[in-house]
């Protein structure tokens, strides 16, 4: 019996003939033009200026922080119910993470718990908001806080590249958005990342950093610490050939998430992460919430039945102000993703899945439940 995994990459011939042409070029090293091309095609589809593409989402998230002036001792309220790289891209520039809870509406950070924090914490100096599973944050309401705040306010959309928010795309909000093409995103680059904005200045010193910060000089040369950040121009040529099919990938994983639902959803005490009016989800995973007292189980004993079969599913995001590394730094709310956490299970969600490998997964699942 074949092992059905959680977000497999998906490559084909595409990728392969892409990654040939790099190879061709005889342009193995960082930069190059499917470089420039894969960037110029990221903020097209992000409705940006420019784009930097980089080593990882996590690089991304620490630059954005660094050319937004965030440094030591500096408070960055941060979304709780995230991967944990978005909370330590806060602590890698020195500042200090403000956790903010999530709303039951749509599992991203509550607007209302981060007028809160304010409250709490008027010397917050910046905002990341994260694109949970796959679905913008309330960005209207968000941005309109951060704007009188006069705070910058940096869009995590890792899992997001193809979602929207109010029909616009997702990675065009914030003063800066991360993305992520590590190899369970819905497109990959084996591991890689980009951060796009419409700050000419500030997207060329986020390459600049990237670049070990050298200086223009004939030597080696550096006046200030610089990071090894860049995307090579090989793992650009796989995203360009993975980028041009994301459509299909993102309503692939709408159709399982979709067929889930309908098939699960009628069990007492199953629901699924919401989807507001005004957003569309890449639905990355498919999320579903287990409430033991109603269902008569619970997340894990459903999971660990997946796994008996050898299917791999897996709990939620666990947030942040939750983890061992975060205890004691300021929380706002926490009440809802401990919730959401707990009762949380992802399945499988590839836009590579068999409808037969889609049924395997709903048996088994049904039988759990049942």
């Known amino acids: ?138 960005y209207s309401t968000i941005s309109e806080i951060c704007r009188h705040r006069q705070v910058p306010m940096v869009s995590d959309a890792a899992e997001s590249l193809g979602a929207s928010y109010r029909a616009a795309p997702a990675g065009s909000f914030g003063d800066l958005a991360a993305l992520s093409f590590n190899g369970n995103k819905i497109i990959t680059t084996s591991g890689g990342g980009a951060l796009v904005g419409n700050d000419r200045d500030q997207i060329r010193r986020v390459r600049h950093l990237a670049t070990q910060a050298r200086d223009p000089a004939p030597h080696y040369q550096h006046s200030e610490i610089g990071y090894n950040y860049r995307l090579s121009n090989l793992l650009a040529a796989l995203g360009r050939a993975q980028l041009a099919d994301l459509d299909r990938r993102v309503e692939q994983r709408r159709s399982h998430f979709d067929h889930y639902r309908a098939a699960l959803g009628d069990h007492p005490g199953v629901t699924f992460m919401p989807e507001p009016d005004d957003r569309s989800s890449t639905r990355w995973l498919t999320a579903m919430t287990i409430d033991p007292e109603k269902a008569g189980t619970d997340r894990e004993a459903v999971r660990l039945a997946l796994e008996a079969e050898d299917i791999e599913a897996r709990p939620v995001w666990k947030p942040m102000h939750l983890q061992p590394v975060f205890a004691g730094f300021p929380m706002i709310g926490g009440a809802v993703s401990k919730v959401i956490f707990e009762h949380g299970l992802c399945l499988p969600s590839g836009s590579s899945l068999s409808e037969d490998d889609r049924e395997r997964v709903v048996g088994v699942v049904d039988k759990a439940l049942s």
């Open 1 to 138: 019996m074949t092992r059905i995994y959680l977000s497999p990459p998906e490559v084909g011939p595409a990728e392969t003939e892409a990654i040939t042409r790099a190879l061709d070029s005889g342009w193995v090293a960082p930069l190059g033009a499917e470089v420039d091309a894969f960037e110029a095609e990221l903020a097209e589809r992000t409705g940006r200026r420019h784009a930097a593409a980089l080593s990882s989402g996590t690089a991304a998230l620490h630059l954005a922080l660094l050319v937004a002036g965030i440094g030591e001792g500096d408070k960055v309220a941060v979304s709780s119910f995230t991967f944990a790289a978005t909370a330590n891209a806060v602590r890698y520039v020195g500042a200090v993470p403000v956790f903010v809870d999530s709303a039951g509406i749509d599992w991203n950070m509550d607007p209302k718990l981060l007028e809160d924090a304010f409250a709490s914490h008027p010397d917050i100096r910046a905002v990341i908001a994260v694109d949970v599973l796959g679905q913008c944050a309330d």
